[in-house]
């Protein structure tokens, strides 16, 4: 089974802090993914990965960025926190060889900046 | 161009019901619809998806009913159970463009 984990369940950052958030997967997957899910929005894309040190820009980076320095590893970083990022982060991943819509998430982190 | 749009946000359905979701989608270069389930607490997990080539496809009690005309497609889960309650979300996609565009989401509630 595929694993995508995320480091913490819960967080809760003050406005200004570097926020880090971490994801791991367990398969070998190239390719990796940040959304945030808003309620009444869905899941909206922030960044992703398709192989290490690369990174492509998805439908809401900004205020966010990213880091790939090994494969199954995928941070994503909030330079300077700010209320509007309260949200939920999942992480997934896909591998290359599979149809596109076949992605894996983590169980979420559920960051509360105040 | 990117969007995908999904009603209803919220739905509540008898037990043994017929759960209905609808969703539609404006760039016409998807090329698959998936279906993505997420219960609380979970990351969402894949379903069931369709071609647009395909006018209907069913697992089990889930079925996907594609009109490519009108650019709508539907997820329609039969006997609906209190274990399907769930967030539903609706998604187009590019094949190799690695990306999903999702539908705002259905919070669906079966009541026992």
């Known amino acids: 089974d595929v694993k995508v984990t995320q480091s913490s369940r819960y967080l809760v950052k003050r406005t200004g802090e570097k926020v880090f958030l971490e994801c791991v997967q367990d398969m070998d997957h190239e390719n990796m993914f940040w959304y945030r899910q808003d309620p009444g929005l869905g899941l909206r894309l922030i960044y992703f990965s398709y192989d290490v040190k690369m990174k492509e820009k998805g439908d809401i980076p900004e205020g966010y960025s990213v880091s790939r320095e090994k494969k199954e590893r995928f941070s994503l970083i909030l330079e300077s926190a700010s209320t509007n990022q309260t949200s939920m982060y999942l992480c997934?991943?896909?591998?290359?060889?599979?149809?596109?819509?076949?992605?894996?998430f983590g169980p979420g982190t559920r960051l509360t900046v105040t | 161009q990117q969007q995908v749009k999904q009603s209803p946000q919220s739905l509540i359905v008898q037990k043994g019901g017929i759960s209905i979701i609808n969703c539609a989608y404006e760039n016409t270069a998807f090329d698959y619809f998936p279906w993505y389930q997420q219960f609380p607490g979970k990351g969402p997990a894949l379903l069931i998806a369709i071609r647009p080539d395909v006018s209907e496809k069913k697992e089990g009690r889930f079925t996907i009913s594609f009109n490519k005309s009108a650019k709508q497609f539907s997820l329609h889960i039969m006997d609906s159970q209190p274990g399907d309650s769930a967030t539903y979300f609706c998604?187009?996609?590019?094949?190799?463009?690695?990306?999903?565009?999702f539908g705002q989401g259905t919070r669906l509630t079966i009541n026992p």
């Open positions: 997934a991943s896909s591998l290359s060889g599979l149809p596109t819509y076949e992605q894996y």
């Open positions: 998604a187009g996609t590019i094949q190799g463009a690695q990306k999903l565009v």
